[in-house]
């Protein structure tokens, strides 16, 4: 009987944790499309069924001469529905965290990514993935 309801109960929670909404960072250097040519850094939605609906937010928050930015940042849809590429538009000076954010229509909870950038290259082992918003302390950490 205990066995049978701890299978039920593995059973139940299947639809908790199938499919998802994540995103994933990759190197403008391993991609084809001509468009990740002179990118920073390269991201896709994956886990989903349907990535094209997902929707990319980017800012830029940094600190420059010791006061706190935060630019909006363009991205540019890649031809593999759901990836995208980053060129730099902030500032060579400084200290720079991109905040990458994704939703979708179908899921509720936004996916984001915060990566330290430094000039035009990225870090990968300092990039911190949630299934949220990140918190401000979270942004600032990476900014220390």
């Given at each position: ?121 990225f870090e990968r082992k ?8 990140p918190s401000p302390g ?7």
């Open positions: 009987m205990r066995m049978l309801r701890t299978a039920a109960l593995a059973v139940a929670m299947v639809p908790l944790f199938a499919g998802g909404f994540y995103l994933e960072l990759g190197s403008p250097a391993a991609n084809a499309d001509p468009k990740a040519k002179g990118a920073v850094l390269v991201t896709r939605f994956i886990g989903c069924q349907e990535p094209e609906k997902g929707v990319l937010e980017a800012v830029a928050i940094g600190i420059v001469n010791g006061q706190r930015q935060t630019l909006p940042l363009k991205v540019t849809a890649l031809s593999q529905p759901g990836m995208y590429a980053l060129a730099r538009q902030w500032p060579a000076e400084g200290k720079w965290v991109v905040q990458l954010t994704g939703r979708h229509p179908g899921i509720q909870v936004p996916t984001s990514m915060l990566v330290r950038v430094s000039g035009d290259t300092d990039a911190k993935y949630m299934m949220r918003l979270e942004v600032s950490a990476l900014l220390d």
